[in-house]
């Protein structure tokens, strides 16, 4: 059983690896925008997708990494 939490450990690092190298490279501030207004200006029928609150969630992850990375790359693109 300790090998899929290993494994589960592993696969997190490795998206939370890609995600500040994905804010490295862009304007943080602004995909953090970007992320907010898609995911949270959806209309009922898209909201209801989010039975277990994972928009927020995400938010929240995305704020934690990209928050530290204002103003670094102030005018960069917003996509990669």
């Known amino acids: 059983m300790d090998n899929v ?3 589960q450990a592993e696969i997190g690092e490795e998206a939370e690896n890609e995600l500040c ?4 490279q862009v304007d943080a501030e602004a995909m953090l925008s970007a992320m907010a207004a898609q995911l949270l200006l959806r209309s009922v ?9 994972n928009h ?7 704020a934690f ?8 790359n102030t005018g960069k693109c917003v996509s990669h």
């Open 5 to 7: 939490f290993l494994k």
């Open 21 to 24: 190298e994905l804010l490295d």
């Open 45 to 53: 029928e898209e909201m209801a997708s989010d039975k277990y609150g």
């Open 56 to 62: 927020s969630a995400l938010l929240e992850v995305i």
């Open 65 to 72: 990494y990209a928050i530290p990375r204002f103003g670094v």
